[in-house]
């Protein structure tokens, strides 16, 4: 059965400051592999989708890599702005469903 | 605009009563999920539907019932039986399951709490 881990689970930095957030996972057998945003009490946002023929994707300020032979996926936010305060969670696709990560808790500070 | 509409952003239940959770889509998406969110913790999957009339268990399906009727919406029942149903409730969508590029969109949540 996948599981899916992340951490750290909560990540405070100084404003400006580059940032690593990580996902791992058990199964490399997957299809694909997304990042999300959430802010408190709302609903996911979607950030980037690896598929998984895909080594890494970017956005803006973004750049999500995967690794399925070691079952890995990193995050990377450049610049970071206390607008990017809050938790990012990974989630496996199999083809069937999503497996979640737990979430990094992150507080961008001014 | 397009996307997912989820009803109402809070609910109260009473002990031995049902609610039911609305989840509407305009995506014209095929496959629509279900999942429970506790303080600190991944999504737990509830149920998923791949098509009208047709839906599959997840991980926790012990205490809920779904209905697939239409392809735009999938309700959640939180029945009697669930002990434990104070949780976020988040409702999903994709394109279609099977596909490398299926991006999974969420719905905004309902927050259930028990009286």
């Known amino acids: 059965k996948q599981e899916v881990t992340q951490i750290p689970a909560a990540l405070s930095v100084p404003e400006g400051e580059n940032l690593v957030l990580n996902c791992s996972f058990t199964d490399s057998a997957i299809y694909n592999l997304q990042w999300f945003r959430q802010d408190p009490g709302k609903g996911l946002t979607s950030l980037l989708l690896i598929q998984s023929s895909q080594r890494e994707q970017t956005s803006g300020r973004l750049n999500a890599s995967l690794d399925k032979s070691s079952g890995r996926s990193t995050l990377y936010i450049a610049a970071s702005q206390p607008g990017d305060s809050a938790t990012y969670l990974c989630?496996?696709?199999?083809?069937?469903?999503?497996?979640f990560g737990p979430g990094t808790r992150l507080s961008v500070l001014p | 605009d397009g996307g997912i509409t989820q009803s109402p952003k809070y609910l109260f239940r009473k002990e031995g009563q049902n609610v039911t959770l609305s989840c509407e889509q305009n995506?014209?998406?095929?496959?629509m999920y279900w999942y429970r969110q506790d303080p600190g913790q991944g999504l737990r999957l509830i149920y998923y539907?791949?098509?009208?009339?047709?839906?599959q268990k997840g991980d926790i399906a012990e205490g809920y019932s779904v209905s697939r009727e239409k392809k735009e919406s999938f309700p959640l029942t939180v029945t009697s039986a669930q002990k434990n149903p104070t949780a976020f409730y988040l409702c999903?969508?994709?394109?279609?399951?099977?596909?490398?590029?299926?991006?999974?969109?969420f719905g905004s949540g309902t927050q259930l709490s028990v009286l």
């Open positions: 989630a496996v696709g199999d083809g069937q469903n999503f497996v």
């Open positions: 539907s791949q098509i009208v009339n047709d839906f």
């Open positions: 995506l014209n998406h095929d496959a």
């Open positions: 999903a969508s994709s394109p279609a399951l099977g596909a490398t590029n299926e991006k999974l969109f």
